[in-house]
């Protein structure tokens, strides 16, 4: 078992709680989270010991008004860009869950440049920037659910088929929280992507 570290970060007015593992030195990975959930969740799954096992560091957030982030009035992507600067090398794999997932995206659509590649996991927003994800050129790995009842499977496609070089992999039978459904199916799907990154 990896050592896994709660700790709080300002940015500005912002107080940010985080679970990080992993040595620092090595590939960033930034965790974010669905509606109901929250850093903790990536504990309780096993996805940041598994991630620090091999190899990479893991920053998993609450975003602001989840978990033990209290809500501030920066926007998420005035978060995310102080926690990219502060707790990483620059440009980590974002892996966003649902609204996590919307988040990743949207970010990774207005800030490119602090984004190495996407995790994208039962996203939802995705039809509401389907114009602009051809625009995306980072590394994408989709992962989806079969059975996911709360962003459509079309979505999946919609990234498959929009973002160039993205690859996807549906979990069979798998609801919207597919990582909590079969997590090992899930892990094995990024650690397979992450070993393909260079």
């Not at 869950?97 to 995206?105: C, E, K, Q, V």
């Not at 039962?122 to 039809?127: D, E, I, L």
Request: negative net charge; glycine residues 10%.
């Amino acid at each position: 078992m990896s050592v896994i570290e709660s700790k709080n970060i300002d940015i500005g007015s912002c107080s940010l709680h985080m679970l990080t593992t992993g040595n620092s030195k090595n590939r960033d990975i930034v965790l974010l989270h669905g509606l109901k959930f929250t850093a903790r969740t990536w504990q309780e799954t096993g996805t940041l010991d598994i991630l620090a096992e091999h190899g990479c560091h893991a920053v998993a957030l609450d975003m602001p008004g989840f978990g033990e982030s209290e809500a501030c009035s920066k926007g998420q992507p005035q978060v995310l860009t102080g926690v990219i600067d502060m707790e990483t090398a620059g440009k980590p794999v974002l892996l966003g869950p649902s609204m996590g997932g919307r988040i990743a995206l949207e970010f990774a659509l207005d800030y490119p440049e602090h984004v190495g590649a996407l995790i994208l996991v039962g996203a939802v927003g995705v039809t509401e920037n389907r114009g602009r994800l051809a625009e995306i050129k980072v590394p994408t790995l989709i992962i989806w659910g079969s059975e996911d009842q709360i962003a459509p499977l079309d979505n999946s496609d919609l990234l498959l088929a929009e973002i160039s070089g993205s690859a996807r992999i549906i979990i069979d039978g798998a609801p919207h929280p597919c990582y909590l459904d079969q997590p090992e199916s899930f892990h094995r799907a990024i650690l397979d992507f992450l070993s393909s990154l260079s």
